[in-house]
């Protein structure tokens, strides 16, 4: 069993940044694939970055050159670093965890991007 605890989420205006942050527990976090999702209102989940065991990383085409996934596997982390956020980044935003057996999902957190 993973469980997966997101931090960092808030209420930011358009242009600005925020950093979230992904905790895992257990000491297998170096072997999985890690995800940040985000689903808006009305709106199916999407995937917004992940990063590859090897830190190969993927991008949305609606965040690339704003958005930046890392991953820190001695602190069990992964952090997703939002710049020049829009309001239409505005959604709960997810991690996800792929393992060899199964997926898991965090409870989200809200990022909100308003003036």
């Known amino acids: 069993q993973v469980q997966l605890v997101e931090s960092g989420g808030g209420l930011v205006q358009p242009g600005g940044s925020l950093r979230l942050s992904c905790a895992a527990s257990?000491?297998?976090?170096?072997?999985?694939?890690m995800g940040w999702y985000r689903q808006a209102p009305g709106k199916q989940r999407e995937l917004v970055a992940d990063?590859?065991?090897?830190?190969?990383?993927n991008y949305a085409d609606s965040v690339k050159g704003r958005f930046t996934i890392s991953r820190d596997n001695a602190k069990n982390t992964v952090y997703l670093q939002m710049t020049s956020l829009k309001p239409e980044d505005t959604a709960v935003y997810y991690c996800?965890?792929?393992?060899?057996?199964?997926?898991?999902w965090g409870q989200g957190t809200q990022v909100t991007v308003s003036s």
């Open positions: 996800h965890a792929q393992t060899r057996v199964r997926d898991y």
């Open positions: 990063i590859t065991s090897g830190a190969t990383t």
């Open positions: 257990g000491s297998n976090f170096k072997f999985y694939a």
